[in-house]
């Protein structure tokens, strides 16, 4: 990805490590952390998509490493899990436009990942053409006003 993306490699890598503290692996180790799953080409997909997007994620990074500097001299790749999710609260709590468009991504991606969605006992298919079973009903007690009403319209 890299120079395609608009991502710098370093900034893939964090993102990487910022979906792990954002979407972590369940207690049981049913449902993966987001980061294992390689979602990092899924929100390139989603920036490149919304382009309004990568200003905001690109200064959500960069205020992330910021603020990661100030906790290790080496950033945020040096930085543990728990103070990752330190300075992720620390960011987010004085911002309000970074973590939901993050969030928007990461959730699209992780919901949808074949993994996560077998976790979570659903089968891995879209609603349509198979379908969903929808139980039969009567609609003309809601057609007969309607029809009562007659034309509303000109021919």
Known sequence: ????????????????TLLDAIIPESRDGRL??????????HIVRGVERTPMLRPVI?????????????RNPA??????????????????????????????????GYYTAPRVVEALGLE???PHPAGYAVEPD???????PVRRRGKMYRD
């Open 58 to 70: 690109g200064y959500g990074l960069s205020t992330l490493t910021d603020l990661a500097l100030k």
């Open 1 to 16: 990805m890299g120079d395609d993306s608009g991502f710098s490699a370093d900034e893939e890598r964090m993102l990487t």
């Open 124 to 126: 891995m298919r879209p």
């Open 75 to 108: 950033g945020w790749a040096a930085l543990s899990k728990d103070e990752r999710t330190a300075v992720l609260e620390e960011f987010t709590a004085a911002d309000q436009f970074f973590l939901p468009a993050f969030l928007f991504l990461a959730y699209s």
């Open 32 to 41: 993966p952390a987001a980061g294992a799953l390689e979602l990092t080409s």
């Open 138 to 144: 009567d609609l003309s007690s809601l057609l007969e």
